[in-house]
T-cell receptor, first 114, second 112 residues
Framework: DTGVSQNPRHKITKRGQNVTFRCDPI?????LYWYRQTLGQGPEFLTY????????KSRLLSDRFSAERPKGSFSTLEIQRTEQGDSAMYLC????????????FGPGTRLTVL | GENVEQHPSTLSVQEGDSAVIKCTYS??????FPWYKQELGKRPQLIID?????GEKKDQRIAVTLNKTAKHFSLHITETQPEDSAVYFC???????????FGTGTRLLVSP
C-alpha cells in the first residue's frame, strides 16, 4: 500500500493519560499535515511540516499537543493529559512541495477519551 | 483568514439525477480549490480540484466550476449513482499558508 498510513486506527484511553499517534506519509511527499475531525464537521488544521521543520501550528493546538517529524519521514502526534474534549478523529495528510497542494489523507486514528 | 461556507448541508436525489454543491470563500488570493468525498468511517478522498487559472474542470461524471469574481466554486455530479452517497467537503487554502480550510460538508443521498 503506497498511501498514507496511520497507527493505531483506534485508541481508547482514560482522561489524564498520554497518547501518541503515528503517521507514515506517501514516500516521496515532503509535506505532512495533521488535522482533527469531529462528528459532522470538516477536518480542522492542527499543524504542518515541510521535511522535518514544523512550519505552522493552529491555535487549536494547545500546549498539551506536540508533533514531531524527526527525520522528515514519519510523524508522531502526542497528546498529554487527555481530556474528553480531545475525542475526535485525528487525520494525517501528505503532499509534494512542488506542483500544487494536493493533500492525500490517511485513514485516521479515532481517539476516545473516557 | 480564509472562511469557507458550503451549501446545502444535505441533498437527496434520485438515481440518475444531477447534484450540485456550492461553496463560497472569503480570501481573493486563494488559488486552489479541492473537493473531497468521505464515506462513513473512511478517509477523505480527493476527487477533483481546480486552480484559479481555469474556470471549469471535468472528470467523467464530476465537474467543478470556479467564479473568481464572485468567490464561489461548485461541484457538479451528473447521472448520480447510489455509490455517490457520501459526505462531500470543499476546501480552500489559507492565504500564504499550506493548510486547507474545509467547508462544513454536504451529505449526499442518492436513492435507487
Amino acid at each position: 500500500d503506497t498511501g498514507v498510513s496511520q497507527n493505531p486506527r483506534h485508541k481508547i484511553t482514560k482522561r489524564g493519560q498520554n497518547v501518541t499517534f503515528r503517521c507514515d506519509p506517501i514516500s516521496e511527499h515532503n509535506r505532512l499535515y495533521w488535522y482533527r475531525q469531529t462528528l459532522g464537521q470538516g477536518p480542522e488544521f492542527l499543524t504542518y511540516f515541510q521535511n522535518e521543520a514544523q512550519l505552522e501550528k493552529s491555535r487549536l493546538l494547545s500546549d498539551r499537543f506536540s508533533a514531531e517529524r524527526p527525520k522528515g519521514s514519519f510523524s508522531t502526534l502526542e497528546i498529554q493529559r487527555t481530556e474528553q474534549g480531545d475525542s475526535a478523529m485525528y487525520l494525517c495528510a501528505s503532499s509534494l512541495a512542488r506542483g500544487g497542494n494536493e493533500q492525500f489523507f490517511g485513514p485516521g486514528t479515532r481517539l476516545t477519551v473516557l | 483568514g480564509e472562511n469557507v461556507e458550503q451549501h446545502p448541508s444535505t441533498l437527496s436525489v434520485q438515481e440518475g439525477d444531477s447534484a450540485v454543491i456550492k461553496c463560497t470563500y472569503s480570501d481573493s488570493a486563494s488559488n486552489y480549490f479541492p473537493w473531497y468525498k468521505q464515506e462513513l468511517g473512511k478517509r477523505p478522498q480527493l476527487i477533483i480540484d481546480i486552480r484559479s487559472n481555469v474556470g471549469e474542470k471535468k472528470d467523467q461524471r464530476i465537474a467543478v466550476t470556479l467564479n473568481k469574481t464572485a468567490k464561489h466554486f461548485s461541484l457538479h455530479i451528473t447521472e448520480t449513482q447510489p455509490e455517490d452517497s457520501a459526505v462531500y467537503f470543499c476546501a480552500a487554502p489559507h492565504t500564504g499558508f499550506q493548510k486547507l480550510v474545509f467547508g462544513t460538508g454536504t451529505r449526499l443521498l442518492v436513492s435507487p
